[in-house]
Nanobody
Framework: VHLVESGGVLVQSGGSLTLSCTVS????????ISWFCQAPGEERKGVAC?????????YADNIVKGRFTISSDSAQNRVDLRMVNLEPEDTAIYYC??????????????????????WGQGTQVTVSS
């Protein structure tokens, strides 16, 4: 299983962008996909999660604040994270990761704290003030 992120750019405060996570070696029917971010000197944090087969999404509201939307395209085997009204505090490397649906469905807590099976290499998002 291989995950590749794309779409990270330099954007001005208040701007928008869409990150993409392209999955190969499996399909979105087998894995829930999440986005994480890691700012310099900080721990990695979960941002959003989607289960395409269960048609469920989950957001870290303290980070997202209603500004991000996660979506999936099963035909393209891709998960997008649409980010609007970006703030300098959103500057980070954004990673996507995959966790098996059996694990995702078994959790009663946040899917963003699960042990993920596969990770991408990350894409840099920089928001200038």
């Amino acid at each position: 299983v291989h995950l590749v992120e794309s779409g990270g750019v330099l954007v001005q405060s208040g701007g928008s962008l869409t990150l993409s996570c392209t999955v190969s070696g499996t399909t979105l029917d087998n894995y829930a996909i999440s986005w994480f971010c890691q700012a310099p000197g900080e721990e990695r944090k979960g941002v959003a999660c989607i289960s395409s087969i269960d048609i469920r999404t989950y957001y870290a509201d303290n980070i997202v604040k209603g500004r991000f939307t996660i979506s999936s395209d099963s035909a393209q085997n891709r998960v997008d994270l649409r980010m609007v009204n970006l703030e300098p505090e959103d500057t980070a490397i954004y990673y996507c990761a995959a966790v098996r649906h059996s694990v995702f469905r078994a959790t009663v807590s946040s899917p963003l704290i699960l042990n993920y099976d596969y990770w991408g290499q990350g894409t840099q998002v920089t928001v200038s003030s």
